[in-house]
RNA sequence: GGUGCGGUAGCCAAGCGGUUAGGCAGUGGAUUGCAAAUCCACCUAGAUCGGUUCGACUCCGAUCCGCACCUCCA
């Protein structure tokens, strides 16, 4: 079986062949640090972790780039705002993305590049554009690319030219463009900017926002490469113009796949400040939900239909985590100090492949989650009826993991059993056997309020983190 | 106006032209000192109206409803 990924280029699935064969350079555009990342941001961060382990998955290898959006109007407004140099106060921000990516058990990708740190490139490009004819600079000292020097403009968004002049939000300032949808390649400096501003062939400014991603890219994976991903929303205009300066620029092919996911919403609308539906996964994490509970949520319905979050299905995951939590747990118990792993069981025989033909199509994860559920589900019927060997539940384990490689929530919160939870487990066990309920109750409420729940089982009581 | 996505059982969410998706919640039972966990059983849907077909949730058409994008929002 082959990975086949929807194209947002040709609006098709399509298999994914690395350009050289083996090896995928991928592109996903990330954060703007001005503030904490919401989770509307991290549905993004996690269809492309989950995009980046399946690709691993299948074989080949992966050079992920994902760019830091340090210098726009966002970052700039709020750094003067709070009388903090540009680079300072971008800092925290940036500090708390990797926090917060960390806490959702994203993989770190190759490359996290800052757009300040790449000015020299962006201008070079510019250059080159300017050489080539796609670049003009207007009265106010703003450098613009012309779209219409570019025929296939468009091509992603499937954009209707004719018809753009309808559109909602065309500036209607901006009568030194030659044509309304040129997009600003340097933008000329204004007081607005404070101290942030660079010196260029074309006169003192900053660097427009698309500018930065084609010249990161570039730099970085080549002129051409695999895969460029983001949200719906950077279809266009973000990706067409990256497309439409990276192309011109370079006389070759961008990136081979487009691929985009859908919305977060909440309570159906998309998330914002104005609703007042607006979450930070700090803010979440502060609820007392854990980064796997939210990655679980994040992940849990396919990449390009919007997902609705909503705070009972955070509760529902904790549900369905803990239960993967005991099948797993039996493994390792039953697993023992086996070091040998053997065959796996007939119930667990054709559960990789079940999962790699759901993942293989556009990352079907609803698909996937099923076949190890299922897996779940005969191996605890089947083990009521006859215990596992140890070779076996060995070779379940390492399943397990290697599962987990792709999905990142298999693998169970680490909880280390202290002196005074085994002192505890050890005292109620005395109390059982005197048949001393009211003492053995009590012990067992006090494991609670630890963050433990015992089982009395055939085999004596076990303990697991609540 | 243009472009795109969607409407599936109490909730979330998939595949599929004919065979139980899955998860959560709920109900009954087994098990347990009581629990927990587990197992068994039940809960079996496809916005509306047409069409194609031996047969449609699945294909086609229309309608209704929801959401998003259309110049710097993942």
Redesign the pocket.
Known sequence: MAFRIYNTMT?SKEELVPLDGKHVRMYT????VYNY?????????MFEDLLRRYIKFCGFGVTQVQNL?DV???TIRSSIEQGLPLRKYTKKYIEAFFDDLAKLNIEPAEHYPAATDHIPEMIALIETLFEKGYAYQSDDGSVYYS?DKFPTYGKL????RE??Q??????QDEYDKD??????LW?AYVPEDGDVVWDSPWGRGRP???IECSAMSMKLLGESFDLH??????????HE?EIAQSEAATGKPYSKYWM??????VD?????KSLGNFYTLREILDMGYTGREVRYELL???Y?????F?F??L??????L??LD??YA?MVEAAGTETEAGKLPAWASGTRAAFAE?MD??L????A??T???M??????A???APITGKEALAVSNLWKELDAVLGILMPPEGQVDPEVAGLLEA?TV??TE?N??E??RI?DRLAELGW??????EG??L?KL
């Not at 159906?268 to 914002?272: A, E, I, T, V």
């Open positions: 609006r555009c990330g954060p703007t990342a919401h989770i509307g941001n991290f549905r993004a961060y959006t726009d109007d966002k779209i968004a499937r954009l209707d018809g753009m309808s559109g909602a939000r065309v500036d044509n309304a949808a040129d997009f600003a933008k427009g926002w698309h991903t983001g949200g719906v929303d950077n279809i266009f205009p973000h113009d985009h996911c859908g919305y977060l919403v159906g609308r998309k998330m914002s849990s319905a396919h390009r239909q919007s997902l609705n909503a009972k299905s509760d529902a995951n904790r549900a369905a803990k239960r005991e099948f039996n759901a199509d556009d079907n994860i609803s698909g989650m099923a190890i559920f299922d779940v589900h005969a191996g605890n019927k083990m009521a009826e109620r109390a059982r048949k309920w009211a053995s109750d067992r729940t015992v089982k009395d089982t055939p009581p076990k697991r």
